[in-house]
T-cell receptor, first 113, second 117 residues
Framework: DSGVTQTPKHLITATGQRVTLRCSPR?????VYWYQQSLDQGLQFLIH???????AKGNILERFSAQQFPDLHSELNLSSLELGDSALYFC????????????FGSGTRLTVV | DQQVKQNSPSLSVQEGRISILNCDYT??????FLWYKKYPAEGPTFLIS?????DKNEDGRFTVFLNKSAKHLSLHIVPSQPGDSAVYFC????????????????FGKGTKLSVIP
């Protein structure tokens, strides 16, 4: 157990629908990062929150949004889902300094049918 | 624009031999480099890292080498074991602004290592 909790582990939904992925960071970590891993692709950075504030955006579609709440958990909202959104979505957390890198959750596998 | 590149999608090595995984980067602002290991159905786990002011860091069977002039780093695993079979991601860190919590990692696409018994 890495200490980063992602729910749900698996999600199957239809095109056009909206889903919410949840992440609880490791205790004490203020940063939360969301990554997408599609088939045969690396880890694509989506968005970074630090202590409730958005710090950086990567290749995140306008149909996707995220937020980090006062208790530091984060949610990634995916709307108007398309078949191509099927992927593994990882959340990671870190302290301020990156000497030990990020700690990743086990991911949410989203399948859009 | 891929700032961190792992040009070998896969690598097969005999058990007991050395595994060498390579990574190239283009951004001179990267100041810290990390390797992650990923098993199927699990999240990536941190393996080893190196600061840009060093050229080598060793942890047990794992050694990372950094050649800043060539913008190249490599991960050596000696001796390789079947349990090392996984996807290995190279990542590079840059500070995106002067505020707190402003580090960001950029990942390569990964190299799938298969260690043959």
């Amino acid at each position: 157990d890495s200490g980063v909790t992602q729910t749900p582990k698996h999600l199957i939904t239809a095109t056009g629908q909206r889903v919410t992925l949840r992440c609880s960071p490791r205790s004490g970590d203020l940063s939360v990062y969301w990554y997408q891993q599609s088939l045969d692709q690396g880890l694509q950075f989506l968005i970074h929150y630090y202590n409730g504030e958005e710090r950086a955006k990567g290749n995140i579609l306008e149909r996707f949004s995220a937020q980090q709440f006062p208790d530091l958990h984060s949610e990634l909202n995916l709307s108007s889902l398309e078949l191509g959104d099927s992927a593994l979505y990882f959340c990671a957390s870190s302290v301020v300094h990156l000497r030990d890198g990020y700690t990743f959750g086990s991911g949410t596998r989203l399948t859009v049918v | 624009d891929q700032q961190v590149k792992q040009n070998s999608p896969s690598l097969s090595v005999q058990e007991g031999r050395i595994s060498i995984l390579n990574c190239d980067y283009t951004n001179s602002m990267f100041d810290y480099f990390l390797w992650y290991k990923k098993y199927p159905a699990e999240g990536p786990t941190f393996l080893i890292s190196i600061s840009s002011i060093k050229d080598k860091n060793e942890d047990g069977r794992f050694t990372v080498f950094l050649n800043k002039s060539a913008k190249h780093l490599s991960l050596h695993i000696v001796p390789s074991q079947p349990g090392d079979s996984a996807v290995y991601f190279c990542a590079a860190s840059a500070k995106v602004d002067s505020g707190a919590g402003s580090y960001q990692l950029t990942f390569g696409k990964g190299t799938k290592l298969s260690v043959i018994p």
